[in-house]
C-alpha cells in the first residue's frame, strides 16, 4: 500500500432510521495516513494500524492492514458467544479470542432477540446463515446475490457476488442485472461457481472489483434504503499481493461526516484494494486493536453489540 498516495440490510434497521443530509459529491479523498505509534511494538508482526484524517470534510477513519502471507496470521469471521440474544460488543469478540485486530461483520436484525443475521454467514465450512436469496421492494420480488468475503482455509481471500444452494456456496463474476425499474431472471447456480471458502460473511454493496470503482448497490437491490447515503462505515478488501484491508470511518461528528458508498469504495481503491466490499456500518462501525477501541462509534466509547465480526487471529 502507498500510504502517501492514499490519498447496510442491517441491522438493515441500523441505517432506515439513520437519515442524513447528503454533502456534495468529491472526486478525490485525500488522507493523511499515520501509523499508530503506540501499537507498533504491541503486535504480531505482519499487522500495522494507522490513523488518518481530512481536515477539509472532515473526516477520521482507521485501517488495518494485515499481511496474510505471514504463517502465523489467519483471518477469521466469528459469531457472537452470547447464546441469550446471538450479540457481543467488537471489543468482547477480541478478547474472547484473544485477538490483536478484529472489526465488526455483517447485517443483523437488531429489532429480535436473540438476534437474526441478515446475508451469508459461514464459519469452518458450514452455512449459519444462507445468502440473501430476494428482498421485495414496492410488492416486486428481486433475487439477489450480494458481496460477500470469503477466507479459505490456505488464506486466499475471495470477494463476489454469492448464492447459497442447499448449504453450498456459488459465486458470479458479475452482480445480477436488478434496476429499481426491473427484476433480474433467477440465476441459474451452474452459471456460478462453486466458492469454497472456510469462512465467508455476507454484506454488501461491493466496492471495488478487478481494481476498479464498482458499488452495485441497484445490483444488490439496496435501492429504497439509506444504506448508499453518508454514514459511519466498515469496509474489508484485499491486494493482489496478499494484504487485508480493514477499515473503519467514523460519521455523523462534528470532526468527521462519514462517507458514502462512492466515497468509501474511493478509499478502498486509494489504498490499493483490488477488490472490496462494504459491510455492516452506522453505529455498529467499530475496530479494536490490542484490545483499544480505537474509533468513536456514534460520537462516544458505547459499542453497540453486534452478531458477527472478522477477527484477525495469531498462531502460538
Same mark, same amino acid.
Given at each position: 500500500m502507498n500510504l502517501s498516495k492514499a490519498i447496510v440490510f442491517v441491522g438493515a434497521i441500523l441505517l432506515f432510521?439513520?437519515?442524513?443530509?447528503?454533502?456534495?459529491?468529491?472526486?478525490?479523498?485525500?488522507?493523511?495516513?499515520?501509523?499508530?505509534?503506540?501499537?507498533?511494538?504491541?503486535?504480531?508482526?505482519?499487522?500495522?494500524?494507522?490513523?488518518?484524517?481530512?481536515?477539509?470534510?472532515?473526516?477520521?477513519?482507521?485501517?488495518?492492514?494485515?499481511?496474510?502471507?505471514?504463517?502465523?496470521?489467519?483471518?477469521?469471521?466469528?459469531?457472537?458467544?452470547?447464546?441469550?440474544? !446471538?450479540? +457481543?460488543?467488537? $471489543?468482547?469478540?477480541?478478547?474472547?479470542? #484473544?485477538?490483536?485486530v478484529a472489526v465488526n461483520g455483517g447485517y443483523f436484525t437488531m429489532n429480535k432477540t436473540p438476534a437474526g443475521h441478515v446475508g451469508l454467514l459461514a464459519i469452518d465450512g458450514s452455512v449459519i446463515e444462507p445468502a440473501t436469496r430476494s428482498v421485495s421492494r414496492e410488492n416486486v420480488r428481486f433475487p439477489t446475490a450480494r458481496a460477500a468475503i470469503g477466507f479459505a482455509a490456505t488464506g486466499k481471500m475471495d470477494i463476489a457476488?454469492?448464492?447459497?444452494? !442447499?448449504? +453450498?456456496?456459488? $459465486?458470479?463474476?458479475?452482480?445480477?442485472? #436488478?434496476?429499481p425499474e426491473t427484476a433480474a431472471a433467477e440465476p441459474d447456480p451452474e452459471s456460478g461457481k462453486r466458492w469454497q471458502m472456510r469462512d465467508a460473511i455476507g454484506a454488501g454493496p461491493m466496492l471495488i472489483e478487478d481494481g476498479e470503482k464498482q458499488v452495485t448497490s441497484d445490483a444488490e437491490v439496496f435501492f429504497g434504503t439509506s444504506i448508499p447515503l453518508v454514514h459511519p462505515r466498515t469496509a474489508a478488501g484485499y491486494s493482489k499481493d496478499?494484504?487485508?484491508?480493514?477499515?473503519?470511518?467514523?460519521?455523523?461528528?462534528?470532526?468527521?461526516?462519514?462517507?458514502?458508498?462512492?466515497?468509501?469504495?474511493?478509499?478502498?481503491?486509494?489504498?490499493?484494494?483490488?477488490?472490496?466490499l462494504n459491510l455492516d456500518g452506522g453505529g455498529s462501525s467499530t475496530m479494536i486493536a490490542d484490545g483499544v477501541l480505537l474509533n468513536r462509534p456514534g460520537g462516544g466509547e458505547y459499542q453497540r453489540e453486534v452478531m458477527s465480526a472478522i477477527a484477525v487471529l495469531v498462531n502460538k
Open positions: 432510521g439513520c437519515e442524513t443530509e447528503k454533502p456534495a459529491p468529491v472526486a478525490q479523498i485525500p488522507m493523511n495516513w499515520q501509523e499508530i505509534d503506540s501499537l507498533k511494538n504491541r503486535l504480531p508482526e505482519g499487522i500495522r494500524v494507522f490513523a488518518g484524517q481530512n481536515a477539509e470534510m472532515p473526516l477520521k477513519a482507521w485501517l488495518a492492514e494485515i499481511d496474510t502471507k505471514q504463517p502465523h496470521i489467519q483471518t477469521r469471521v466469528v459469531l457472537s458467544g452470547d447464546t441469550s440474544d !446471538n450479540r +457481543e460488543s467488537t $471489543a468482547d469478540f477480541a478478547a474472547r479470542l #484473544n485477538a490483536p457476488w454469492v448464492r447459497t444452494e !442447499n448449504g +453450498e456456496l456459488f $459465486a458470479w463474476d458479475e452482480p445480477l442485472a #436488478n434496476t496478499g494484504k487485508l484491508f480493514l477499515l473503519v470511518v467514523d460519521g455523523r461528528q462534528p470532526e468527521s461526516r462519514g462517507v458514502s458508498l462512492d466515497e468509501l469504495a474511493m478509499m478502498m481503491q486509494d489504498l490499493g484494494a483490488y477488490e472490496a
